[in-house]
Antibody, heavy 117, light 107 residues
């Protein structure tokens, strides 16, 4: 059974860097694409970017200048770094799995990250 | 960027009634369109992919149709557990992968 679990600080100060990790179990991370998405409270879903097991990445142009997604196949984990955060980055952050030109079929439970001093 | 527009924003229906939700893409996404259901405090659940294929375990009362720029999700007879927010998602053109703004189905 495929499971994804996000982890990381729930509170980040403005201008600092948000860092989250997604731990994948039940399947090898050395296949499929692995994405980060977010959802501000009461709002819709926004795709942040994905990483492939080879390390290749693709980002949402609206966030590209601040985002880095990386993968650690030895730990079956992938990670998100978002720099220079503001209150607008407050959201529930999800990790999810998908194939090439395919929908997100497995999601983590999500983790709320609040940007506040 | 492919902009996805959903309507209505909110649909008020009674249990047992039929619900029809619409999703329009700003350019053709062929059949690379998915629908998700999200309940409060939960992550989205994949319902439909390829515009019309039900995901594993999804009841037959959920059906999807359309191609190109116009898509529909139909719930034939609403059950109490179907009251939720529904999102469409295109995975044909990226970056970025995009979602509609959501349609809330309420009692």
């Amino acid at each position: 059974q495929v499971e994804l679990q996000e982890s990381g600080p729930g509170l980040v100060k403005p201008s600092e860097t948000l860092s989250l990790t997604c731990t994948v179990s039940g399947v090898s991370i050395s296949s499929h694409y692995w994405s980060w998405l977010r959802q501000p409270p009461g709002k819709g879903l926004e795709w942040i970017g994905y990483v492939y097991y080879s390390g290749a990445t693709n980002y949402n142009p609206s966030l590209m200048s601040r985002v880095t997604i990386s993968i650690d196949t030895s730990k079956n984990q992938f990670s998100l770094r978002l720099t220079s955060v503001t209150a607008a980055d407050t959201a529930v952050y999800y990790c999810a799995r998908h194939a090439f030109k395919a929908p997100f079929d497995f999601w983590g439970q999500g983790t709320l990250v609040t940007v506040s001093s | 960027e492919v902009v996805m527009t959903q309507s209505p924003a909110t649909l008020s229906v009674s249990p047992g009634e039929r619900a029809t939700l619409s999703c329009r893409a700003s350019q053709s996404v062929t059949s690379n369109l998915a629908w998700y259901q999200q309940k409060p405090g939960q992550s989205p659940r994949l319902l439909i992919y390829g515009a019309s294929t039900r995901a594993t375990g999804v009841p037959a009362r959920f059906s999807g149709s359309g191609s190109g720029t116009e898509f529909t999700l139909t719930i034939s007879s609403l059950q109490s557990e179907d009251f939720a927010v529904y999102y469409c998602h295109q995975y044909n053109n990226w970056p970025p992968l995009t979602f509609g703004g959501g349609s809330k189905v309420e009692i």
